[in-house]
């Protein structure tokens, strides 16, 4: 028996503007030296995520300007159904979806393609989202059934418009092999232009985008990595949207500044330090407990802002299904991180050498902790390097500690795998973002997926937390808010309360009123 969950809402109606608004070439900075990787499937960092989100549509997608899971709505699938014991889903597509650059018509056989080259090892970022996935088929041509292992918590989340539930052209990605990376075909809004390195990518409005031709009809992302240049840009009126710094004194200065306003909105970034467990000196649980004792988030959130950042409760962000808020983070005192210290050996201190990305923020973020850590005798010599390289060289297991900032779909599931399971662990084939080691909260993890209570699953996340936390395998920092600051004529055409693709989402609807 087979139960009906959601039916598609009411066709959009295209947006009426008056006839003086007449602007529609969008220029938007952001803070990157060039672009990565825009297959949707490959692109982990900010940088590439926030024009994914401009390019690409899920079989259902967030609400614009949303993450709450509870407002997931249609995209390419029309409706859907569950079985009752949650491990077959059945999507039925939009008929007549079009890809951008002329690709032809949405199949079944395309979101079959995407869905399981988003679960390849080698082709995708997000393989062990799709862990539970048994089996993904076509039905017919505009229908496509998921059959699961177990039901998992998160099943509508695998399948939005985020991470790998992105859909690509079949033809394009087999066409156009590595090539794909930089010129990649969706079937969202916007489609690649054109790509000058180190400089910016021009998109152009998709015509033939099912909920619409954009009343935008060109974006040009570009790539200031410089804070100072790109703000200054910004107030000469060479941009129109702005990559925030995440800080109090950007947004104070941002909003002095006329006819500007600046959108502070979710997902929290959850910033941690990941710490190594498996090499020496952080094997020694001492040395990890001295480390977390060092920390001061209160500091940290004085540092960035309170309007912009809040402590860290735990290593799951704030507001996710499962987040324990209080599951026995070691406080602030430097006084017992130096006796653990000298516990350990190191009545002298220590230095421990890491690799660290050059982006900016980050590194300015690290400098801080630098600083607190040394405080306590532990020294980081800091080895900086292109932020590209950076994901490369902690995913060869090169630092053994990892600054890493994210955020997730907002369920405790995702989070604890992806950084916490030992199938997530770097030098696996498996690998996801565990830099840590550990796998001592494996069994809690599992048992949730699996759990059809609802209570008992929220409490095998909490005991999952204790577990990592009393074994200091993180060390959670602050949560950092997302920031951009734009032009008030520009009108994003929908309430912007937060965005998975970690940037405002560029829509049909998005339009300048003067």
Avoid at 122 to 151: C, H, M, N, W
């Amino acid at each position: 028996m087979m139960r009906t969950l959601l039916l598609a809402g009411a066709a959009v109606i295209g947006l009426s503007l008056p006839a003086e608004a007449q602007r529609t070439t969008l220029i938007v900075g952001m803070a990157a030296q060039d672009i990565g990787r825009i297959d949707p499937h490959l692109a982990p960092t900010t940088i590439d995520k926030v024009v994914v989100g401009w390019m690409f549509s899920g079989l259902v997608r967030f609400k614009p300007g949303s993450i709450n899971p509870a407002e997931i709505e249609p995209d390419l699938a029309e409706r859907w159904e569950a079985s009752d014991d949650g491990k077959t889903w059945t999507f039925h597509l939009r008929r007549g979806v079009q890809f951008q650059q002329g690709f032809g018509e949405l199949t079944a056989d395309d979101i079959v393609f995407s869905l399981k080259k988003a679960s390849t090892q080698g082709q995708s970022a997000f393989t062990a989202d799709f862990r539970a996935v048994e089996s993904i088929e076509a039905v017919d041509p505009y229908t496509v059934r998921i059959r699961l292992k177990e039901p998992i918590p998160s099943m509508l989340g695998l399948v939005t418009n985020y991470h790998g539930g992105n859909i690509v052209s079949r033809r394009a990605v087999e066409q156009r092999g590595e090539a794909f990376a930089r010129n990649p075909v969706g079937t969202g809004p916007f489609e690649v232009a054109s790509h000058t390195p180190n400089q910016s990518l021009e998109l152009a409005a998709h015509k033939g985008y099912f909920r619409g031709n954009p009343i935008i009809q060109r974006i040009s992302y570009r790539f200031i990595p410089s804070n100072a240049s790109r703000d200054l840009a910004f107030q000469s009126g060479e941009l129109d949207v702005n990559y925030g710094q995440s800080d109090q004194s950007w947004v104070r200065r941002m909003r002095s500044l006329p006819n500007v306003a600046v959108d502070v909105f979710e997902p929290g970034e959850l910033a941690i330090i990941n710490l190594d467990v498996t090499k020496p000196p952080l094997n020694d649980l001492r040395v990890r407990q001295a480390i977390a004792h060092a920390i001061n988030r209160e500091e940290l959130v004085r540092w960035r802002g309170a309007e912009v950042s809040r402590a860290a409760v735990s290593v799951v962000p704030i507001g996710y299904l499962g987040t324990d808020p209080s599951p026995g983070l070691l406080p602030f005192d430097l006084n017992r991180a130096r006796a653990l210290l000298a516990e350990a050996g190191y009545a002298n201190g220590l230095t421990i050498k890491i690799v660290h990305t050059q982006l900016p923020e980050m590194l300015n973020a690290m400098q801080v902790i630098q600083q607190q850590l040394r405080r306590a005798g532990i020294t980081l010599d800091i080895e900086t390097t292109e932020h590209g390289a950076w994901h490369q060289r902690i995913r060869r297991g090169e630092s053994p500690i990892v600054y890493y900032a994210a955020a997730r779909f907002p369920i405790a599931d995702v989070y604890l795998t992806q950084f916490y399971h030992s199938r997530s662990q770097i030098g696996t084939p498996t690998a996801v973002t565990n830099f840590t080691g550990c796998s001592m909260a494996d069994a809690e993890i599992d048992a949730a997926r699996v759990s059809s209570i609802r209570e008992q699953q929220i409490e095998l996340w909490h005991a999952a937390q204790r577990k990592l936390v009393q074994n200091v395998c993180a060390v959670p920092l602050i949560e950092t808010l997302l920031l951009w600051a734009r032009k008030d004529s520009l009108d994003w055409g929908y309430e912007l309360k937060g965005s998975m693709s970690l940037g405002p989402l560029v829509t049909e609807r998005t339009h300048f009123t003067r």
